[in-house]
């Protein structure tokens, strides 16, 4: 059974755009939610993290949204540039389970310039 | 300051074969925790470790086996190499809730 659900699979947006990737989550025990961004043949690389007791985070470019009540989170890429094109993974995870990650599917963000 | 480290980067075994992939943890980090990615997938969970103690295990078979040691560094071993083993093998370094990755082992299985 599918925890974090991650939509869209894949995204086109023009430099400069603002690309929004969602996920939604069904355990309410889930306490922490990280992005990671993927380059082709590399490791994911934690870009930003919630908690559920704060609706909105930024950092840098990238801002995390929070719903509890909808359990929905989603990331926002202000001012994309090409050197954002990666596959970006929304996770969730449990302080009682030792912070296993859970993933979502990923979405392909392809900026064009 | 050094990241998460793997090896080898890369690895082709033959079906039934067993491999043992290897992580360090970035210093000062006391937990590892094992992922398998197919392509085109999330990270999968395979175990976590803390302390030299198994502190968690994904949904894989016996034959998925790791381990911690007193450097805090991590060995995954898998026996029987089936076709659907391959796959990018990830290793996560992580002090509290961040997970930091490292660049993962590339298993090819032929």
């Known amino acids: 059974q599918q925890q974090v659900k991650q939509s869209p699979q894949s995204l086109i947006v023009q430099k400069g755009g603002i690309p929004i990737i969602n996920c939604a989550y069904e355990n309410t025990a889930f306490d922490y939610f990280p992005w990671y961004q993927q380059f082709p043949g590399k490791g994911p690389a934690l870009l930003i993290a919630?908690?559920?007791?704060?609706s909105e985070k930024k950092e840098g470019r990238f801002t995390i949204s929070f719903n509890k009540s909808a359990k929905q989170f989603s990331l926002h890429i202000m001012d994309s540039q090409p050197g954002d094109s990666a596959t970006y993974f929304c996770a969730a995870s449990r302080m009682d389970s030792s912070y296993k990650l859970i993933f979502g599917s990923g979405t392909r963000l392809l900026v064009r310039p | 300051d050094a990241g998460v480290t793997q090896s080898p980067t890369h690895l082709i075994k033959t079906r039934g074969q067993q491999v043992t992939l290897r992580c360090s943890p970035i210093s000062g980090h006391k937990s590892v925790s094992w992922y398998q990615q197919v392509l085109g997938q999330g990270p999968q969970f395979i175990f976590q470790?803390?302390?030299?103690?198994?502190?968690g295990r994904g949904n894989f078979p016996d034959r998925f086996s790791a381990r911690q040691f007193p450097n805090y560094s991590s060995e995954l071993n898998v026996n029987a190499l089936l076709l659907g083993d391959s796959a990018l093998y990830l290793c996560?370094?992580?002090?509290?809730?961040?997970?930091?990755f490292g660049p993962g082992t590339r298993l090819t299985v032929t």
């Open positions: 996560a370094s992580s002090s509290h809730e961040e997970q930091y």
């Open positions: 470790y803390y302390e030299k103690e198994e502190r």
């Open positions: 919630i908690r559920p007791d704060v």
